[in-house]
């Protein structure tokens, strides 16, 4: 599976930015889909994942309320609609796939994932 995402950019705080993450991979609604971030210095994490179906999500704490995560099965792509952007958002974001069996499996972990994407940089800054 081949991932390439984008939407990244330079925004000020309380922005809003959408990402995308597009396959063209045949296969892209057997997955289940994931975004992390990493910013400087730190580890990559968790920021959403969604169930190749779609019905199922998981968002880390720090972005419940602000981020939400979909997915169009049709046009092989994921989503991430950030909105009120704040500065410790700033990170390189990548989507992640992963084939699974069960329609509503949500991954949550780094290592559950298969196949990344080459990262989008977001800058959230005054």
């Known amino acids: 599976v081949q991932l390439q995402a984008s939407g990244g950019g330079l925004v000020q705080p309380g922005d809003s930015l959408r990402l995308s993450c597009a396959s063209s991979d045949l296969t892209f609604s057997s997955c289940a889909m994931g975004w992390f971030r990493q910013a400087p210095g730190k580890e990559r994490e968790i920021v959403a994942a969604?169930?190749?179906?779609?019905?199922?999500?998981y968002y880390a704490d720090s972005v419940k309320g602000r981020f939400t995560i979909s997915r169009d099965n049709a046009k092989s792509t994921m989503y991430l609609q950030m909105n009120s952007l704040k500065v410790e958002d700033t990170a390189v974001y990548y989507c992640?796939?992963?084939?699974?069996?069960?329609?509503?499996?949500?991954?949550?972990?780094?290592?559950?994932?298969?196949?990344w994407g080459q990262g989008t940089l977001v800058t959230v800054s005054s």
């Open positions: 969604v169930s190749r179906s779609g019905e199922s999500t």
């Open positions: 992640a796939a992963a084939r699974t069996l069960y329609n509503s499996r949500v991954i949550t972990s780094r290592e559950g994932y298969n196949y």
